[in-house]
């Protein structure tokens, strides 16, 4: 939500389990579902990354569903992003920087500890 995808709190659900392989979740862009994202979640350390093995097999699950989003908390092989730039569907691959990137700035799953302001005097304010 926070991201801008999605209706309400129904819009998206957990669709498999742990270990499993496929997909994670759905979200649903309208009410309708006529426009689905397929998610895949891997939660590897930094030295074991998802190669195209994984992504291939994400595809695979897609069938029908031409948007989808896979999260690592590693990095992705060369083979394994060069598979996803070679495929029709429109597949996001987010990594373990990017991931947190984007944690930090949604605010999700953080909580803000201190917040800094700096201020500049305004000359336009001041006339000069």
């Given at each position: 939500?926070?991201?801008?995808?999605?209706?309400?709190?129904?819009?998206?659900?957990?669709?498999?389990?742990?270990?499993?392989?496929?997909?994670?979740?759905?979200?649903?862009?309208?009410?309708?579902?006529?426009?689905?994202?397929?998610?895949?979640?891997?939660?590897?350390?930094?030295?074991?990354t998802v190669g195209s093995k994984e992504?291939?097999?994400?595809?695979?699950?897609?069938?029908?569903?031409?948007?989808?989003?896979?999260?690592?908390?590693?990095?992705y092989t060369k083979e394994a992003v060069?598979?996803?730039?070679?495929?029709?569907?429109?597949?996001?691959?987010?990594?373990?920087?990017?991931?947190?990137?984007?944690?930090?700035?949604?605010?999700?799953?953080?909580?803000?500890?201190?917040?800094?302001?700096?201020?500049?005097?305004?000359?336009?304010?001041?006339?000069?």
């Amino acid at each position: 939500m926070k991201t801008g995808y999605g209706y309400d709190k129904n819009a998206g659900v957990v669709a498999g389990r742990s270990h499993e392989g496929g997909v994670d979740g759905i979200i649903s862009e309208d009410k309708l579902g006529l426009d689905l994202i397929y998610i895949q979640a891997k939660r590897y350390s930094g030295s074991n990354t998802v190669g195209s093995k994984e992504v291939q097999a994400f595809v695979g699950a897609m069938e029908n569903v031409q948007k989808g989003v896979f999260i690592t908390t590693s990095k992705y092989t060369k083979e394994a992003v060069l598979f996803i730039e070679r495929q029709s569907k429109s597949i996001k691959l987010i990594d373990g920087k990017l991931l947190a990137d984007l944690l930090v700035k949604y605010q999700v799953g953080i909580n803000v500890v201190q917040t800094l302001s700096l201020y500049k005097i305004d000359s336009d304010y001041y006339g000069e």
